[in-house]
């Protein structure tokens, strides 16, 4: 097979790679990790003129934590590197557990969290836990830079709100009361499977009531999608096996999905059913794991 | 006991480490796709985009005038020799000519200097088609409504077989329970890791092919053919293959199209094809839609079957023909009864064309047998194993549709099976959502009959002693896949001669230096190419003691060898070392060489088809598998698999379970996870892996095989085959397990979660 | 490669493959793979699907598995590489090749390699992995012929022969 060819340019630093982008407008793509952008292009799905690689820029590389702030993930950091970072394990294990879901390790070293959101697949299994963890998206510009909510940053299949010289650069999970999250992802073999369906949440949990709760689907819309009917049902409440049944079965009636060769529109509100009563319980029951 | 267990060898019955193991654990095994011959160019096929299209125009002037391509041809540059492998039915071409007949046909080619220019001139050719409505349902197939795909097969009836022995009506008659029940196979392909390759190099009038192929032979009689030359003029050589499972039992458009460019350009021109050009060249499973319909007595005794198929032969016949009568043939094998019918439609349809896949057509009926037998077993109230034994296939007995069979040990089988597994304590006893289930099977070993019509042996070998007598060298067509029958067979020459393992040398597979041997299909090597070799090495053996009778002063009666000494039987002082007999015999009498050739014995009855299924000694298997199912989700852990099978002899334990544990694994892949898939326009929407799922090393179960003694008098040793039986069991021992955990029964291949979840969610319906 | 026409603008990539530092010009468009295999003759790197989802182009890229079908030449500019061909030394086997030897790990060979630097990696990260840690690590590798039974029982034998 054959990467169809192109101009390769490497910037030295995050301005001069926005610069470039700019320059070259739509026909340049960002080069991460390129395990999704490079088998897009020997199919040939895309075949941007320009590739504009990031790899010199190690300010995008870091998983680090800022007093303040919260927990600041790169958008060049490899899943392999979340899953195994000792920051993440500590504090948001669920994060780790999403990023080990994923393929398998080959790509997990060479694919990157900004590639896993950027590339805005329906079935990316990032998005749902870091969307449940209120994360925000830090992203930059030529003219600037701005943070916005992670939920807020998906417009479609295959689309952001990354406007033209724009990359993302860090996904910020901030500091948060939540006392446990969690992350299912259903595929059809237990490596190197797309979810038909992935249910995160997160909860904050205090004398058996749920506090606070965000229920996030992926797989079953054309963006991972927060199920609000399905966390108002919980909100504010004691806890119990009826609340969370009930839960699911909205979470499942809120969901989108459409059916492909991975899975029916019934299966999938089935699984949205199923993965949001074990997630929630898990999360409740067990941290952020 | 049989003569084999009894006594001890030498040899054979060992693990010895396989003779490439090395070179494959290192990177020096060389591939077709990683040899280079100097001036060589690479080649690339245009595909149609289209299911069923008229070819109006090409033009590749464009193309042609690239810099770097050296050809571009079309069929109009190639010989228009219709080919195939199935008798009476070559219906294809190396480039399409009038029409194309699914998505991938191939519709021109190109050489050029690298692969970049040789796909950058292939988006150079404009192809004008007239898009025709294509077929791409096999059920409707056959309709009045449904284009005609080949103009010689009417109604796009492959081949159309109607087979009856006894009177299936009677004994339907005399049944206490008659069941229908139907079954829907899916379409699968062979996965190999290495996708075809073939390097063509044209020289002299002279072809000399490298190919990615299962049999050299094949290949050579069929492309000597088209081209027109003769078969001496066409040397084809494997290198290592990286897999075959029946795909690459045919030449292809790689050795097709290479052979074409090479012989336009005058230079050699290989030919790699990617992931999808392998779905699309395919010969991989049939699906088989099947009606099966079985009487059985109050005490579960199969008195008749009716079987009623009809099997999607996608767009070409390649072998589709043998596969449709397999998937009839195989059916009275391991039951015995006396009433069978069997009606099989083979249709054309455009998709990928379909043939031999391990196991070849009968996987799928016997997942549709098996899970029969359990649901008439559940109605009369018998245990699975229970009526299987009550029908179970006895030695030396012959089947309703004249199949001879010698050894078998199925009884056995069920019984091991029965008591490794734990089957008494589990069955109908495990907590809620876990099951346990038996599938069963048999295989021939070797076909009776080769592909094409011919008195030729079926395999020969030749064994060439090194004048020091140090070493030995074995010539063998036998093709050597994978399975390691390069290994198993210079074992069975050390064996015949008296020398050891680490003396062999092997040259195998090379159309020009080693004998004739029909190639790695239907399990045929261990015993087919077995005996020549056995054959090959008993005539040194024999010219060897004859020379050292004279040598020691002994009469030849008194004198074995073992382990390169030739020593007077009682009296081992008496001895000569085998170097030194050697070596005496070459300043005597010249080169010592020995030479094998098996035949079949005539088998088969006389009835249209009867050839097919017939084998010098078939193979029996008996696989438990335990299963946990997620009712919610329907997704289902195959945690356990017991497979204990009836191979006959063994020359190579490790080799032997390795197979038995590589079949079972793609039986498997087949049972739960994979499935071709295409759109409405036929063109594949999974002809990749990522989407077409292998089972990966955390999806497989735990896996226990077993044997249990047996000879086979039809086998050098005794041997008989494994590498298809155990993809045989495999659906049925699933279907078995998951209704035995969750009571619904599922008919429809691959049994995925979103059809299990169907399953029960059906089940829980208020009616 | 060879005698291909090389248009286009040339990179130029160092890297180190098998202990061996090598300066090398390439096109952009070119993946690790195609040069490994084509310009090193490190034929022992396969071809299986070139999208990254077979494994059978497995390298380690500082010791870490990657499917060398996705990674640019241009991107391996500064980095060290192990291809099977890196894993005997001096002509003596690494011990996890013995161990597929011995277990009858291989039987087509085509994964092997991917397998082998797979297993390697993993076992030196982590000397002593429970099976499902190599069933894991060996996740991103098919094999159409084994069912990975005896793949997974070298990878364990070869650690246990580490303890």
Redesign the interface.
């Known amino acids: 097979m054959i990467i169809p060819e192109f101009e390769y340019v490497s910037p030295q630093s995050v301005q001069e790679a926005c610069a470039l982008l700019v320059q070259y407008g739509d026909s340049a793509r960002v080069l991460a990790g390129g395990s999704d952008l490079l088998v897009k292009m020997k199919d040939g799905l895309m075949k941007p003129a320009y590739l504009v690689s990031l790899k010199n820029l190690d300010s995008l590389k870091a998983i680090r934590y800022e007093t303040g702030t919260g927990v600041i993930i790169g958008a060049r950091a490899t899943h392999n590197e979340v899953m195994n970072n000792r920051l993440l394990q500590e504090k948001y294990r669920s994060v780790c557990e999403a990023a080990h879901s994923m393929a398998a390790d080959q790509i997990r070293n060479i694919g990157t969290v900004g590639g896993n959101l950027v590339n805005a697949v329906p079935s990316a299994d990032l998005p749902p836990i870091l969307i449940a963890l209120d994360a925000r998206a830090r992203i930059v510009g030529t003219s600037g830079e701005r943070t916005i909510a992670l939920e807020d940053f998906f417009l479609g299949p295959g689309k952001t709100v990354l406007e033209k010289g724009e990359i993302l650069a860090e996904i910020i999970i901030p500091d948060q009361p939540t006392t446990g999250s969690n992350y299912i992802k259903f595929g059809l073999r237990r490596a190197g499977a797309l979810a038909v369906a992935g249910v995160a949440s997160s909860v904050t949990v205090s004398d058996g009531t749920c506090r606070d709760v965000r229920v996030v689907l992926g797989a079953v819309a054309p963006t991972p999608m927060r199920a609000r009917q399905a966390e108002n049902v919980l909100r504010g409440k004691k806890i119990s096996r009826e609340l969370i049944d009930e839960a699911g079965r909205i979470a499942a009636a809120e969901s989108k999905p459409i059916s492909d060769i991975r899975g029916s529109i019934e299966y999938r509100r089935n699984l949205v059913n199923v993965l949001t009563r074990r997630s929630l319980k898990a999360a409740i029951e067990k941290g952020h794991i | 006991m049989s003569e084999a267990t009894t006594k001890e060898f030498s040899v054979i019955g060992k693990s010895v480490p396989k003779i490439d193991a090395r070179d494959k654990v290192t990177g020096r095994a060389k591939y077709t796709g990683d040899l280079k011959v100097t001036g060589m160019l690479i080649g690339k096929i245009l595909r149609s985009p289209h299911a069923h299209a008229r070819i109006l125009s090409i033009d590749t002037s464009k193309a042609e005038q690239l810099p770097g391509v050296e050809a571009v041809i079309t069929a109009k540059d190639v010989p228009a020799t219709f080919y195939g492998i199935s008798p009476a039915r070559y219906d294809e071409t190396i480039l399409a000519i009038e029409k194309v007949l699914q998505v991938g046909d191939k519709v021109a080619a190109v050489a050029a200097l690298d692969e970049e220019t040789a796909v950058k001139a292939l988006s150079l050719i404009d192809v004008e088609y007239e898009v025709l409505p294509a077929v791409l349902d096999p059920l409707r197939a056959m309709d009045e409504d449904q284009p005609q795909i080949h103009p010689q097969y009417e109604r796009n009836i492959s081949v159309e077989i109607h087979q009856n022995f006894g009177d299936v009506e009677k004994a339907f008659q005399q049944s206490h329970l008659v069941r229908t029940d139907r079954f829907q196979g899916n379409r699968a392909t062979h996965v190999p890791m290495e996708p075809h390759a073939a390097i063509s190099k044209w020289e002299n009038g002279k072809l000399t092919i490298w190919s990615s192929t299962q049999s050299p032979h094949y290949f050579q009689y069929h492309i000597a053919r088209v081209f027109g030359l003769k078969m001496g003029d066409v040397r084809v050589i494997k290198p290592t293959v990286g897999g075959g499972f029946g795909g690459k039992l045919e030449p292809s458009a790689a050795e097709y199209v290479s052979a074409a460019l090479a012989m336009k350009t005058g230079r050699p021109v290989k030919i790699v094809f990617d992931r999808k050009e392998v779905f699309f060249h395919n010969r991989g499973r049939h699906a088989q839609h099947i009606e099966l319909t079985t009487g059985v007595t109050k005490e579960g005794k199969i008195l008749g079957v009716h079987g009623k198929y009809i099997i999607d032969g996608g767009s070409y016949t390649s072998l589709g023909i043998a596969s449709a009568y397999y998937a009839g043939a195989m059916l009275p094998l391991i039951y015995e009864f006396d009433h069978f019918k069997f009606d099989c439609f083979r249709v054309h349809t455009n998709l990928p064309s379909c043939a031999a896949q391990r196991g070849h057509g009968a996987p799928q009926p016997r997942f549709a047998f098996e899970s029969q037998l359990d649901m008439i077993a559940k109605e009369l109230g018998m245990d699975p194993i229970e009526i299987r034994k009550v029908n179970a296939r006895r030695p030396n007995t012959m089947t309703l549709n004249d199949l001879k069979v010698n050894s078998c040990e199925f009884m056995a089988c069920l019984e091991k099976a029965r008591e490794i597994s734990g089957w008494v304590g589990k069955k109908g006893k495990l907590p809620p959502g876990q099951g346990i289930g038996i599938g069963c099977g048999g295989f021939i070993t070797g076909a009776g009959y080769p592909i094409y019509r011919t008195r030729l042996p079926h395999a020969a070998a030749i064994v060439k002693v090194s004048e020091q007598g140090d070493i030995a060298t074995l010539y063998i067509g036998a093709v050597d896949i994978g399975q390691g029958s390069d290994t198993i067979l210079a074992q069975m020459a050390a064996e015949a001669i008296g020398i050891n393992y680490e003396d062999m040398r092997i040259v195998s597979a090379d159309t020009e230096t080693t004998p004739h041997d029909f190639g790695a299909y239907a399990s045929r090597q261990t015993l087919m190419s077995g005996h020549a070799v056995k054959q090959a090495g008993e005539e040194v053996r024999r010219q060897i003691i004859e020379l050292a009778a004279e040598l020691l002063e002994a009469s030849v009666a008194d004198l074995d060898i073992d382990r390169r000494v030739i020593f007077v039987k009682g009296s081992p002082e008496k001895m000569l070392p085998f170097e030194t007999v050697a070596n005496e015999f070459f300043i005597r009498k010249g080169p010592l060489m020995g030479k094998g050739s098996y035949t079949p014995p005539k088998l088969g009855g006389k009835f249209k088809g009867a050839a097919v299924g017939t084998s010098p000694a078939y193979s029996f298997a008996a696989q438990i598998s335990q299963v946990e199912v997620d009712e919610e989700t329907g997704q289902v852990m195959v945690t356990n698999v017991w497979d204990v099978h009836d191979c006959g002899t063994v020359i190579n334990p490790n080799l032997l379970h390795a197979q038995v544990e590589g079949a079972l694994f793609m039986g498997m892949g087949e049972a739960m996870y994979e499935q071709v898939v295409f759109d409405d326009k036929g063109r594949p929407l999974n002809a990749n892996l990522g989407e077409y799922r292998v089972p990966t090393a955390l999806d497989v179960p735990q896996v226990i095989s077993e044997l249990v003694d047996s000879y086979e008098p039809a086998g050098p040793w005794g041997v008989k085959e494994v590498g298809e039986g155990a993809t045989l069991p495999t659906m049925g021992s699933y279907a078995n397990a998951i209704y035995d955990a969750i009571g619904v029964r599922l008919y429809d291949l691959p049994l995925t979660p979103e059809k299990v979840w169907r399953a029960i969610h059906e089940r829980k319906k208020p009616s | ?5 090389k248009k ?2 040339l ?1 130029v990539v160092t890297l180190t493959v098998n202990g061996e530092e090598h300066a090398v010009l390439v ?3 070119t ?1 690790l793979l195609d040069l490994l ?1 084509e310009e090193f003759d ?15 182009c ?1 390298v380690l ?1 500082d010791d ?4 060398s079908c ?3 030449a ?2 391996a500019d500064g980095h060290s590489f192990t ?3 890196g ?2 030394q001096g002509g003596k ?1 690494d011990r996890l ?1 013995e161990e ?5 790990a ?8 991917g397998m ?1 630097l ?1 297993g390697k990696a993993l076992l030196m990260r982590n000397p002593h992995p429970t099976e499902r840690e ?19 029982k070298a990878i364990l034998a070869a650690a246990e022969a580490n303890s």
């Open positions: 490669m060879g005698t291909a026409i286009g603008k990179h096109k952009a468009n993946t295999r490190y034929t022992g790197t396969k071809k299986g699907c070139e999208l990254g989802d077979c494994g059978a497995t890229m870490r598995p990657v499917n996705l990674v640019l241009v991107e291809t099977i061909e894993v005997e086997l090749q597929f030897i011995n277990q009858a291989v039987q087509c060979g085509y994964c092997s390699p082998i797979s190599v069933r894991e690590a060996i996740g991103g590798n098919l094999c159409r012929c084994t069912g990975y039974v005896r793949i997974v």
